[in-house]
Protein backbone atom coordinates (compact mmCIF):
# COMPACT_ATOMS: atom_id res chain seq x y z
CA UNK A 1 0.00 0.00 0.00
CA UNK A 2 0.93 3.62 -0.42
CA UNK A 3 0.09 6.67 1.05
CA UNK A 4 -0.53 10.06 -1.06
CA UNK A 5 -0.69 13.53 0.90
CA UNK A 6 -0.16 16.77 -0.16
CA UNK A 7 0.55 20.19 2.10
CA UNK A 8 1.49 24.18 1.66
CA UNK A 9 3.42 26.23 3.24
CA UNK A 10 3.35 29.66 2.93
CA UNK A 11 6.33 32.05 4.22
CA UNK A 12 6.39 36.13 3.91
CA UNK A 13 10.19 36.44 3.41
CA UNK A 14 11.79 39.86 3.53
CA UNK A 15 13.77 40.19 0.47
CA UNK A 16 12.73 40.37 -3.34
CA UNK A 17 12.21 37.15 -4.96
CA UNK A 18 16.16 37.11 -6.76
CA UNK A 19 17.42 37.05 -3.68
CA UNK A 20 15.05 33.88 -2.36
CA UNK A 21 15.34 32.49 -5.68
CA UNK A 22 19.27 32.65 -4.90
CA UNK A 23 19.21 31.01 -1.71
CA UNK A 24 17.92 27.67 -3.63
CA UNK A 25 20.42 28.06 -6.81
CA UNK A 26 23.98 29.01 -5.11
CA UNK A 27 25.37 25.90 -3.83
CA UNK A 28 26.79 27.94 -0.94
CA UNK A 29 24.14 29.86 0.31
CA UNK A 30 21.92 26.61 -0.15
CA UNK A 31 24.12 24.96 2.39
CA UNK A 32 23.13 27.38 5.28
CA UNK A 33 19.64 26.57 5.52
CA UNK A 34 19.07 22.64 3.70
CA UNK A 35 20.82 20.03 5.36
CA UNK A 36 20.48 16.49 6.39
CA UNK A 37 19.98 15.80 9.93
CA UNK A 38 22.77 13.78 11.44
CA UNK A 39 26.89 13.73 10.86
CA UNK A 40 29.15 12.92 8.05
CA UNK A 41 27.01 14.58 5.75
CA UNK A 42 28.37 15.35 1.69
CA UNK A 43 26.37 17.14 -0.57
CA UNK A 44 25.91 17.67 -4.81
CA UNK A 45 24.02 20.07 -6.02
CA UNK A 46 23.93 20.74 -9.97
CA UNK A 47 21.10 23.52 -10.34
CA UNK A 48 19.78 23.00 -13.68
CA UNK A 49 16.84 21.27 -15.34
CA UNK A 50 17.87 17.80 -15.75
CA UNK A 51 20.27 18.39 -12.40
CA UNK A 52 19.45 17.88 -8.69
CA UNK A 53 21.02 17.26 -5.57
CA UNK A 54 22.42 14.11 -4.04
CA UNK A 55 22.66 14.32 0.36
CA UNK A 56 23.92 11.61 2.65
CA UNK A 57 24.31 11.32 6.19
CA UNK A 58 24.06 9.19 9.15
CA UNK A 59 21.58 10.13 11.76
CA UNK A 60 21.39 8.63 15.26
CA UNK A 61 18.88 9.49 17.89
CA UNK A 62 18.71 8.66 21.12
CA UNK A 63 18.38 4.87 22.36
CA UNK A 64 18.12 3.96 18.36
CA UNK A 65 20.27 2.69 15.91
CA UNK A 66 22.30 4.86 13.90
CA UNK A 67 20.39 5.53 10.01
CA UNK A 68 21.73 6.26 6.64
CA UNK A 69 19.77 8.60 5.59
CA UNK A 70 19.78 9.53 1.20
CA UNK A 71 18.37 12.35 -0.44
CA UNK A 72 18.30 12.37 -4.03
CA UNK A 73 16.06 14.92 -6.29
CA UNK A 74 15.80 15.99 -9.89
CA UNK A 75 14.99 19.65 -11.56
CA UNK A 76 11.95 19.53 -13.46
CA UNK A 77 11.47 23.01 -14.55
CA UNK A 78 13.11 25.98 -13.66
CA UNK A 79 11.95 29.75 -13.99
CA UNK A 80 14.49 32.32 -12.78
CA UNK A 81 13.20 34.38 -9.76
CA UNK A 82 9.71 32.59 -10.23
CA UNK A 83 9.36 29.29 -9.49
CA UNK A 84 10.84 25.53 -9.14
CA UNK A 85 9.21 22.51 -9.73
CA UNK A 86 11.59 19.02 -8.58
CA UNK A 87 11.08 15.96 -7.58
CA UNK A 88 12.94 13.74 -4.78
CA UNK A 89 13.27 10.71 -3.13
CA UNK A 90 14.01 9.90 0.90
CA UNK A 91 15.73 6.68 1.56
CA UNK A 92 16.26 5.26 4.51
CA UNK A 93 18.57 2.49 5.56
CA UNK A 94 18.31 1.77 1.24
CA UNK A 95 15.13 1.75 1.62
CA UNK A 96 12.65 4.28 -0.35
CA UNK A 97 10.68 5.59 2.41
CA UNK A 98 8.82 8.27 -0.08
CA UNK A 99 8.98 10.21 -2.90
CA UNK A 100 7.54 13.85 -3.68
CA UNK A 101 7.07 16.36 -5.86
CA UNK A 102 7.57 19.87 -4.85
CA UNK A 103 6.65 23.39 -6.63
CA UNK A 104 7.91 26.35 -5.39
CA UNK A 105 6.43 29.97 -5.76
CA UNK A 106 8.04 33.21 -5.49
CA UNK A 107 5.64 36.10 -5.63
CA UNK A 108 7.18 39.85 -5.33
CA UNK A 109 4.86 41.66 -2.40
CA UNK A 110 5.00 45.32 -1.63
CA UNK A 111 7.51 44.39 1.38
CA UNK A 112 9.21 41.23 -0.23
CA UNK A 113 8.41 37.86 -1.20
CA UNK A 114 5.70 35.46 -0.53
CA UNK A 115 6.97 31.80 -0.70
CA UNK A 116 4.19 29.10 -1.01
CA UNK A 117 6.06 25.54 -0.70
CA UNK A 118 3.40 23.02 -2.29
CA UNK A 119 4.69 19.32 -1.58
CA UNK A 120 2.97 16.37 -2.81
CA UNK A 121 4.30 12.80 -1.26
CA UNK A 122 3.82 9.35 -1.84
CA UNK A 123 4.90 7.63 1.15
CA UNK A 124 5.75 3.87 0.12
CA UNK A 125 6.76 3.00 3.42
CA UNK A 126 5.41 4.56 6.78
CA UNK A 127 4.35 3.43 10.33
CA UNK A 128 0.61 2.98 11.69
CA UNK A 129 -1.92 5.34 9.04
CA UNK A 130 1.36 7.31 7.83
CA UNK A 131 -0.27 10.36 9.59
CA UNK A 132 2.44 10.82 11.67
CA UNK A 133 5.07 10.22 8.79
CA UNK A 134 3.24 13.40 7.25
CA UNK A 135 3.21 15.30 10.16
CA UNK A 136 7.18 14.65 10.23
CA UNK A 137 7.60 15.43 6.97
CA UNK A 138 5.71 18.82 6.84
CA UNK A 139 6.90 20.21 10.56
CA UNK A 140 11.00 19.02 8.68
CA UNK A 141 9.76 21.28 5.52
CA UNK A 142 8.66 24.27 7.88
CA UNK A 143 11.99 23.82 9.90
CA UNK A 144 13.87 23.68 6.73
CA UNK A 145 11.99 27.22 5.37
CA UNK A 146 12.82 28.47 9.10
CA UNK A 147 16.64 28.04 7.88
CA UNK A 148 16.13 29.86 4.46
CA UNK A 149 15.00 32.72 6.65
CA UNK A 150 17.52 32.75 8.76
CA UNK A 151 20.08 32.33 6.07
CA UNK A 152 18.17 35.42 4.16
CA UNK A 153 18.30 37.36 7.06
CA UNK A 154 21.83 36.93 8.02
CA UNK A 155 23.18 37.54 4.42
CA UNK A 156 20.75 40.64 4.88
CA UNK A 157 22.89 41.80 7.81
CA UNK A 158 25.96 40.83 6.43
CA UNK A 159 25.19 43.28 3.21
CA UNK A 160 24.57 45.87 5.28
CA UNK A 161 27.54 45.67 7.10
CA UNK A 162 30.01 46.08 4.12
Known amino acids: MVRHDMFTISRHLDVPPGEVFTAFADSAIRRRWFRLPGSGASYEHD ?3 GGGETAHSTFTGPDTAPERLE ?3 RYIDIAHDHRLVYGYEAVVDGELRWTSLVT ?3 D ?4 GTRL ?3 EQVT ?4 TGDGGADLAHLRGGSALRLNG ?3 ALRSG ?3 QQRR
Open 116 to 118: DWT
Open 71 to 73: YRS
Open 47 to 49: FRV
Open 156 to 158: RTG
Open 104 to 106: VRF
Open 108 to 111: AETD
Open 148 to 150: LDA
Open 123 to 126: FVRY
